[in-house]
Structures are given as C-alpha cells and as structure tokens.
C-alpha cells in the first residue's frame, strides 16, 4: 500500500507545495493535486516536480470538459518530462455546476467522453498519428471548420509511452468504466465497510472486461489523520464536517448531486436531505451538524494508533493501494512518518 496526500487548492496552494519536500523525505509516495474551479494543476504539479525528487505527482481532477484530448494529452507529456517520469493523470467529469457554471461548456456524454480522452491519451503517448470519430472528431472534417486540418502526432518524445491514469467515478457506470479501462479508480468519502455493498458489482463487471495489457486496478482513497489519545483526538473529525456537508449538501442541486446519491446509498437517507436542505438553505455550520459521526469515523483515521492502525486494515481490506490521508497536526511529515510504518 502507498502512501499519498491530496495537495488543497484553497487559500495560498503554493505555501502546501513547499512542504511537500520535507512529506516526500518523511516516506509520501503520491502527492494528488486538485483544480475544481482554484488555480489549475498542471502549473502546481510542475512546481511540484521541480521542488522534489521521488515523489509522483498526480492531478486530482483534470474534468474532461475544458481542455481538448489534445491539451490533455500535452499536459501529461509535459509533466511526465519536467518530472522524470513520475506523472500520473487523474481524470474525472467533474460535474454540471463547475463545467456549466464556469467553464460555459454542456455537461453531456461524460461517460463517453471520458473513455474517449483516455484512449486516445493513450495513443498518443505512444505518438500514433490521432485520428478519431466519436464524441471528438479528429481531424475536423470539411463543413465542421476550415477542412485543413490533417492528422498529427505528439510532435515531442515523452519520457514514457504509459502514463497511470486515474478516473474519478462515483456512479456504477462510471465506476464499471473504471474498472475496465482505467490504471486506477478515485472514489470520494470512501467508506471502507461499505465499499463492497455500493461499488462491488460495478466494480466485478468492470474488470471482468478488463483491457488486456492493463494491471490490477489501483484504488485510492482514504481520509484525515490525526493519531493521539483522548477526547481532544476525536474531536478533530469535527474539521471534516465542513467537506462533507459542502459535498453532500451544496456541490449539486436537488437531484443531481453524485455526492448525495452516495450517502444514501451509505443508508444517510434522512441525513442526506437535511444536510442538502439547511446548505442549500444557507445553514451551513447546521449542516455540518448532521454529518453522522459513524460516517466520520468510518471514513478517516482518527484516534489511538491502534484504531488508526484497524482503519488501514479496512481500508486495505476494501481494496485501497494508495491510501490518501490528510494530517491534522502542527508537523505533517510526522504524521506522514507515523503512518508509513502502520501502512507498512
């Protein structure tokens, strides 16, 4: 099981980059990088190559909406390159309010688009010329632009002809596809003891049509940390209220919000629609309130090392390779050094 950690985009990404020198000393081996509608990742990820050594550098998500297979498939190139070799692509399809909302784009075939992307990310990697009819058109045809355009391949050698690339997926399909044709899959609010009931037949489908030539799927998931006595300890969780009520209550509107759907498929039903009900009413800390502490324990590693210990044994169990975490401390790369040797 690796270790990794997902870089926040609020507030000033660039002071959390700098630490990640001393992570990557401590034993972190994947540092995911986030974009949303903050500053973009691949300017983050390409300081992050040049501020370390070892540690790979993944986008967490790049949405398949506002940028082009193409920019995509240089973006990965590029990264791959400045950092040696130690690029990882994440990919997801964000969802309606971003795509929509900021990027002025229709939020329609994600699915489609998203396999589309993958492939020919792929293929150009290994610099085939890219022609393509599907949800992209490649070259455009004449009556679609100019009728000049003509078939073209990556005009630069990457440092590797595979790059692992990650798909962010909560629904079965989505999931399924991951399953198939992905390197690895990134599930969100990850709940070990429950993985199996939501996720598992999508996940046996998927991989029954696993792509030849692709490795077991990689899973990462995982939570904030905090190892300590006490009830000073577990009362830290109460820092992870706000993500989730944001997610479930307000990332979304009533009835098309995944991260919704997914809590009660946890069985949060009732929880699910308050906590959308007061975020969308403008209660937010009242929200926060009814995120159901089993959830927050379930799904973080807070507490004595040896419950910390247990979660990653569930965690593990549930099929997670990378586990994500997040330390509340005033000294990360501890936390990080702790949690080496309990993933060890």
Not at 32 to 58: K, N, Q
Not at 176 to 197: I, M, T
Not at 201 to 215: V, Y
Not at 291 to 302: D, H, K, Y
Request: aromatic residues 8%.
């Amino acid at each position: 099981m690796k270790l990794s950690m997902p870089l926040t985009y609020a507030g000033n990404p660039r002071e959390t980059a700098d630490q990640v020198a001393s992570l990557e000393r401590a034993g972190l081996d994947t540092v995911w990088v986030a974009e949303a509608y903050g500053f973009d990742s691949p300017t983050l990820m390409g300081y992050l190559a040049a501020r370390t050594e070892t540690i790979e550098i993944a986008s967490a998500i790049l949405n398949v909406y506002s940028r082009t297979p193409g920019a995509i498939l240089q973006t990965a190139a590029g990264l791959d390159n400045v950092s040696g070799g130690r690029a990882i692509l994440g990919l997801g399809a964000s969802g309606p309010q971003v795509v929509e909302g900021f990027h002025g784009v229709p939020y329609a075939k994600p699915l489609a688009r998203t396999r589309e992307i993958v492939d020919l990310v792929r293929r150009g990697l290994r610099r085939e010329t890219l022609t393509h009819d599907g949800v992209f058109t490649l070259p455009l045809p004449e009556g679609q632009g100019t009728g000049l355009g003509k078939p073209l391949k990556l005009l630069t050698r990457p440092e590797r002809p595979s790059i692992p690339i990650y798909i962010a997926a909560l629904g079965p399909r989505s999931v399924q596809g991951a399953a198939e044709y992905a390197d690895g899959w990134l599930p969100f609010l990850f709940l070990p003891e429950k993985a199996a009931s939501v996720w598992g037949d999508a996940l046996t489908k998927g991989t029954a049509r696993r792509q030849e030539g692709l490795g077991p799927l990689e899973i990462s998931a995982g939570g904030m940390v905090a190892i300590g006595e006490g009830p000073d300890t577990k009362a830290l969780l109460d820092h992870a209220r706000p993500v989730y009520a944001l997610y479930v209550g307000g990332m979304g509107a009533r009835g098309k919000n995944f991260y919704n759907d997914l809590a009660c498929q946890y069985g949060y039903e009732k929880e699910a629609r308050e906590i959308q009900d007061l975020y969308l009413g403008g209660h937010k800390r009242d929200a926060e309130a009814k995120v159901p502490v089993e959830w927050l324990e379930a799904a973080n590693l807070v507490g004595p090392a040896s419950y910390v210990a247990e979660r990653v044994a569930a965690f593990r169990e549930a099929g997670v390779t990378n586990l994500q975490v997040t330390p509340v401390s005033p000294d990360p790369a501890a936390t990080v050094a702790q949690m080496k040797e309990l993933v060890a």
